[in-house]
């Protein structure tokens, strides 16, 4: 038996929007767990609600967005029950997010420096100020930056130096869950390869879990052992990665991301994208969200929602398959 333990339990999550057209979930009951020292991939179209998930579990929704049902459990603690000062001190020292944008992430007006060691000082009162220094040195080595740049502002690092940054603050107080939120989808090919192979082997020797968001499906299914696959707010497929990179899919809407990949090696192909748009989240297509753009719809798919059902190594939602079977195409 694994000794491994769930460190993000998501049990039946809807997170919505209040608009001027009412109640619009962007998240529909979501289940999800992530164990320890584990990286589960988060992958779907601009929209599909992943980012959404990621601030509702750090509980950083802002405005009109909020939980509408379910339960966020990080490291055993319900999230939302939390006191405004039990969540301070929670966020970064047992949970921490990596954000898109390093640039928005970090405070222009303040060094490298300020930033690391106003974050450990604010949660280790027993930390002197040269520990802190100490400690921030230790984290440039760990992100392999030059300790010069500590007394660096962020303007004055690169793209990819930003976010390695962003990177040493996620991980300064030992978490033991981390969010990465696209966190190279700014940066060039080159600079996201190594910050990848960085983020691997950082996890791997500090043994934090890590929910990996991305809308690069090739990029997920290299980096997690697990891959959830999110559409219009559901998760419509989860598999291990494994499966995935041998072409066993079982959702169209996964077969659809992985026939758009490009193989460099292989005979010259026309890419086939998926057919359509995301849909209007205010006006969701009946039955299957799916429905509109998918190659393989049946008469029941416009008109009933399929049901989460069990695969081996996942679930999967789509009327081709009950029970753990699959059903003829009509
Ligand atoms: Fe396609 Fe129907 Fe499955 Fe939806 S439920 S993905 S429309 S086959």
Redesign the pocket.
């Known amino acids: 038996m694994s000794d491994k333990q769930p460190v993000l339990e998501l049990i039946d999550l809807s997170v919505g929007y209040q608009t001027s057209s009412g109640l619009v979930n962007a998240v529909n009951d979501v289940n999800l767990t992530v164990y320890s020292e584990e990286i589960v991939g988060l992958v779907g179209e601009s929209g599909s609600g992943k980012s959404t998930m990621a601030y509702a579990i750090m509980r950083l929704l802002k405005g009109d967005a909020l939980i509408t049902k379910g339960t966020i459990r990080v490291m055993g603690q319900d999230v939302y029950a939390m006191s405004v000062k039990e969540l301070r001190q929670f966020r970064w020292d047992r949970m921490a997010m990596v954000f898109q944008s390093a640039m928005s992430a970090l405070n222009p007006v303040m060094t490298v420096e300020t930033q690391i060691i106003d974050t450990l000082l604010a949660h280790r009162p027993n930390m002197n100020r040269n520990q802190a220094i100490h400690r921030a040195n230790e984290l440039l080595d760990i992100v392999r930056i030059d300790r010069k740049a500590l007394q660096s502002y962020p303007h004055e690092l690169s793209g990819g130096m930003r976010q390695r940054v962003v990177i040493a603050i996620a991980i300064a107080l030992n978490p033991g869950f981390v969010i990465m939120d696209e966190p190279t989808t700014a940066l060039d090919v080159v600079v996201q390869r190594s910050i990848l192979d960085q983020i691997r082997e950082i996890q791997r020797q500090e043994k934090f879990a890590v929910l990996f968001i991305s809308h690069d499906f090739s990029l997920v299914a290299e980096m997690a052992s697990k891959v959830a696959i999110m559409y219009a707010g559901r998760i419509?497929e989860m598999t291990d990665s494994q499966t995935l990179t041998v072409g066993q899919t079982h959702?169209?809407?996964t077969e659809g991301l992985l026939h758009a990949i490009p193989h460099l090696t292989a005979d010259k192909v026309v890419i086939e994208g998926i057919p359509g748009s995301p849909p209007n989240l205010v006006n969701l297509p009946t039955?299957?969200a799916?429905?509109p753009r998918?190659p393989?719809?049946?008469p029941?798919?416009k008109t009933a929602r399929?049901t989460q059902i069990a695969i081996e190594n996942g679930v999967v939602?789509?009327?081709?398959f009950t029970a753990d079977k699959e059903v003829q195409?009509v």
Do not use: Q, R
């Open positions: 419509v959702h169209p809407y039955g299957c799916f429905h998918c393989k719809v049946m029941i798919c399929p939602e789509c009327h081709l195409h």
